[in-house]
């Protein structure tokens, strides 16, 4: 079902893109015994609510008509089929329901799969989002077209159309995954440190999946595999705004949350403000940087910590000519690091270049390894005030 994201887009793409999308999606619907369900569809042909599905490999996916909830809408949708029966985890005309059964499914003579119904208009393309990560999708950027791949929420448990949140990989700076509440910045994964998201930190490896990001000159984005085929999780982003890893538990026929994205009140975005640190384990959570006391005094003491730190002394900038009365760091560790959308990165610089560059740079406030894995590699600066770290115990 990799493939299939190419359908989840947050802004869309051309229509030749559209049909290669398309043409990659049929050459997903494979074989199936059941009699309603078809193995192909052609230019001849179409699938008609209520008619006929279509079904994946191991009968694992199964596509066609439904309506969610309460709802009479009827919405072209993929869902569960072997499991879960009837968990809904991508839905097509979700802008556009069909208030009958009217519906069909057809394949143009151009290549485009197009939705019909009534006066046989077409109430679809193929410029839709979703609410559900699945394994071997993507989240990201194609840097070639511009398709910015993302999660968009349900507008309630009955309405699949587009909701308030979305969570999205921004590429400003360097890449990390943030989430939205309309035009509020709710909080954030933190970029990819080589092993794991700095905002989701692991003690040791993952036993059900793994999770990985990419980035080249034609895309940037994340992914994961589970590790057994018998295992099914799913990530999805919840009409509420929550952000699950839910796995089916076979004993009991149900969908557990294996993980929540957001565990605490140091997930919300910049809670303590510039140059100041979240820590759950002390009260309260928030404090300054060494070398910073609280902007406003008063507010933090009424435990209104948004505007953050300054610095006690002004900063003596150098060139990084090791002078005596030049600033040094501060080293910080287990931690999220600060958002990066006002960063700069090398993929190929060490720790000591990067520390170099940033004590020649007056704007720089901050740097650390891209990678840390053995001993660290690559280098990312900070080009504004540090937000929204956290600190791990």
């Known amino acids: 079902m990799n493939k299939m994201l190419s359908l989840l887009s947050c802004f869309g793409s051309s229509m030749e893109d559209q049909y290669i999308h398309v043409l990659f999606f049929i050459v997903l619907i494979l074989l199936s015994l059941d009699c309603t369900a078809l193995d192909t569809i052609s230019v001849n042909q179409d699938i008609k609510d209520g008619k006929a599905t279509l079904v994946s490999e191991g009968e694992t996916f199964e596509l066609g008509f439904f309506s969610p909830g309460k709802s009479k809408n009827r919405y072209l949708g993929i869902w569960y089929k072997k499991i879960s029966y009837g968990t809904v985890v991508w839905v097509a005309n979700r802008e556009q329901p069909i208030t009958d059964t009217s519906g069909m499914l057809k394949l143009s003579r151009h290549g485009n799969l197009v939705i019909r119904s009534g006066g046989n208009p077409v109430v679809w393309s193929s410029k839709s989002t979703g609410d559900t990560f699945l394994p071997g999708m993507k989240i990201g950027k194609d840097l070639v077209t511009g398709l910015q791949r993302c999660l968009t929420s349900w507008k309630s448990p009955d309405d699949p159309s587009k909701g308030e949140y979305r969570n999205i990989h921004d590429t400003n700076g360097y890449p990390q995954n943030l989430w939205w509440h309309g035009e509020i910045l709710r909080g954030r994964l933190g970029p990819w440190n080589g092993l794991a998201f700095s905002?989701?930190?692991?003690?040791?490896?993952?036993?059900?999946?793994?999770?990985?990001?990419?980035?080249?000159?034609?895309?940037?984005?994340?992914t994961y595999e589970l590790k057994k085929s018998t295992v099914f999780q799913r990530v999805v982003l919840t009409w509420d705004g929550k952000t699950l890893i839910l796995q089916w538990i076979e004993r009991i026929k149900d969908w557990m949350v294996y993980a929540n994205a957001e565990v605490d009140t140091c997930d919300r975005f910049s809670l303590c403000g510039p140059y100041g640190i979240c820590s759950i384990n002390k009260h309260p959570p928030c404090s300054c940087m060494e070398g910073f006391e609280p902007r406003n005094p008063e507010e933090w003491e009424a435990s209104d910590w948004g505007s953050g730190c300054i610095r006690k002394k002004p900063l003596h900038c150098g060139n990084g000519s090791g002078d005596r009365d030049e600033d040094g760091f501060w080293k910080i560790e287990r931690v999220k690091v600060p958002d990066t959308r006002r960063s700069w990165y090398n993929v190929s610089m060490s720790l000591g270049e990067c520390e170099m560059a940033c004590k020649r740079n007056c704007s720089c406030t901050g740097y650390t390894s891209l990678d840390i894995r053995n001993g660290g590699s690559g280098c990312l600066l900070w080009l504004d005030e540090l937000l929204d770290t956290r600190e791990y115990g």
């Open 199 to 222: 905002g989701f930190p692991v003690s040791k490896e993952d036993p059900i999946y793994s999770s990985d990001f990419v980035m080249n000159e034609k895309e940037i984005y994340i």
